[in-house]
């Protein structure tokens, strides 16, 4: 039985990854990617601000040589809806160009922010580019993208926490809640 719920404006959030299970899942995609970039220093890039904390808790459990950079786009607003449209609102400091490059997503959505980044990046030349997520809603996509890692598939519900946001709050919750208005559990 959960009973973990958390209410914000009138809507009612239920614990749905707690934090252990984030946890071993990051462990398991950090050995991955640490084994597949094994003869490599890549890039790990971050996009903010959702994926600060996946960030850290992945770059911690990294065994190999990497580098860390951060970019901002704006997608959303203070909206649970995607508005449709992308803007880079802070640009990268390295330089992709010849490098292995991995994006750091907290979570795809309609894909838009992923496919944005991906023909922004071919401007870089990068040797390569991957992508990791922590979540991915398989049934929003509405765009094209190829994901090479995803933490955890969830279904087209709002979710809060660890990183994720709502009208830029809940962000530094250590567990994922779901928005259970329409009766999950
Ligand atoms: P996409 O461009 O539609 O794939 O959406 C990607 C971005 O939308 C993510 O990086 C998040 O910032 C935001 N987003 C999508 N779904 C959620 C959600 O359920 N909770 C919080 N933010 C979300």
Do not use: W
């Not at 190999?64 to 786009?73: Q, R, T």
């Amino acid at each position: 039985m959960h009973n973990n719920f958390l209410y914000v404006n009138g809507d009612r959030f239920i614990e749905f990854i707690d934090k252990e299970k984030i946890q071993n899942r990051i462990k398991e995609l950090a050995l991955e990617i640490s084994k597949d970039y094994k003869n490599s220093v890549p890039i790990f890039i971050g996009v903010l601000n959702g994926a600060f904390i996946f960030m850290a808790d992945l770059l911690k459990n990294i065994t190999i040589e990497a580098e860390v950079d951060f970019f901002k786009l704006s997608s959303y607003g203070d909206s649970k809806i995607s508005s449709g449209q992308v803007k880079m609102i802070k640009d990268l400091n390295c330089n992709p160009n010849g490098r292995d490059i991995i994006i750091v997503e907290d979570i795809v959505d309609t894909g838009l922010s992923i496919k944005y980044i991906e023909e922004l990046f071919q401007h870089y030349n990068p040797k390569s580019m991957k992508v990791v997520t922590l979540l991915l809603k398989p049934e929003s996509l509405k765009y094209e993208v190829k994901i090479d890692y995803i933490g955890f598939k969830i279904p087209s519900q709002f979710v809060i926490g660890y990183g994720l946001d709502y009208q830029q709050k809940y962000r530094n919750l250590p567990s994922i809640y779901i928005l259970s208005n329409d009766g999950v559990n």
